[in-house]
């Protein structure tokens, strides 16, 4: 069997700023995201997916924020979209998913806790990521774990991996301690891009390993770094704020999260999804989902 989690809060996203707003019934609301994200995960349904595993941010700021000031927070975040991050959960929780609503911890965080448990069961054929976020590449493991985009359709492994950021999942948070990351708040150190990023790490691995002169790095790995002297002197002077930066990008694993795979199986819509189908405009969603095939 194959296993699915979701990244709620990005599909919630790009419902929002990809759907026609639609008022839901009783107190003026905007649902029309919601409604996207529930007919999503009924079509992956249909399309015989069996255990099923939602994550989303019921509350936007994290222990990280406490870490990082400028980490990333609920401001800016329209008002109509916050408001939605409950009824997906309530929407969801009525279909008969099982849904994530992280407070101390990120979504993602739930993610990588659910992978770790079930890419331990035999039973499992594959573990699907759905997001197309750069945090949850060091999840990735060979073909077994890998990450899908909902809205591209893009599959990508561990190969993946290493052709589009240079190096393996493993050095993920470290290729984004050193490069930054704009979607999360935190900038990187200056001067280090993607490819100099990838050349270092993917001869050291992780940022531990890198020497602070370097005339102590492997020739060829100066050699292949622009610019090596300087960005050396960077890493060696800002090593801390790296380290730091590298355990914002590093996934929390919790696997008090999940008991099991079992525990994912979907066994159809709750009694309650029919009336929540009608407060979302969209009655059609629970004809849809009584259709499905129970596993």
């Given amino acids: 069997m194959d296993v699915h989690l979701i990244d709620g809060t990005y599909e919630l996203f790009r419902q929002f700023f ?7 019934a009783g107190p003026a609301a905007e649902v029309a995201a919601t409604r996207g994200v529930v007919a999503s995960v009924l079509t992956l349904l249909a399309e015989g997916a069996t255990h099923v595993g939602v994550a989303t941010d019921h509350v936007i700021e994290s222990f990280r924020n406490e870490l990082w000031p400028g980490y990333k927070d609920s401001s800016g975040v329209p008002g109509e979209l916050l408001s939605q991050f409950g009824l997906l959960e309530e929407s969801l929780a009525a279909l008969g998913v099982v849904v994530w609503p992280m407070v101390d911890l990120e979504a993602d965080d739930a993610l990588a806790s659910a992978a770790a448990v079930v890419s ?3 039973s499992v054929s594959q573990v699907v990521i759905w997001t197309p976020d750069k ?23 561990e190969r993946g991996v290493r052709a589009k950021f240079g190096v393996g999942p493993a050095s993920i948070p470290d290729w984004l301690a050193l490069v930054g990351d704009s979607a999360d708040g935190f900038p990187g150190l200056p001067g280090w891009g993607r490819r100099s990023a990838a050349a270092l ?13 370097v005339a102590e790095w492997d020739a060829a790995v100066r050699a292949a770094i622009r610019g090596a002297p300087s960005l050396a002197a960077v890493l060696s002077s800002e090593r801390p704020l790296a380290e730091l930066f590298r355990d ?6 919790d696997r008090s999260l999940l008991s099991g795979t079992e525990e994912l199986r979907w066994h159809g819509p709750t009694a309650d999804f029919g009336a929540t189908c009608e407060h979302l405009g969209a009655p059609e969603l629970a004809d849809r989902a ?3 095939p129970r596993s």
Avoid at 135 to 157: E, M, S
Avoid at 248 to 253: I, Q, S
């Fill in 18 to 24: 990809g759907q026609q707003k639609r008022r839901g």
């Fill in 120 to 122: 331990g069961d035999p």
């Fill in 135 to 157: 945090d949850l590449a060091q999840c990735v493991d060979g073909d077994r774990v890998v990450q899908r985009d909902r809205r591209t359709g893009v599959t990508i492994g």
């Fill in 201 to 213: 790490l993917d001869h050291y691995g992780t940022l531990g390993a890198v020497p602070d002169d």
């Fill in 248 to 253: 914002l990008a590093t996934l929390r694993v």
């Fill in 290 to 292: 009584e259709r499905i």
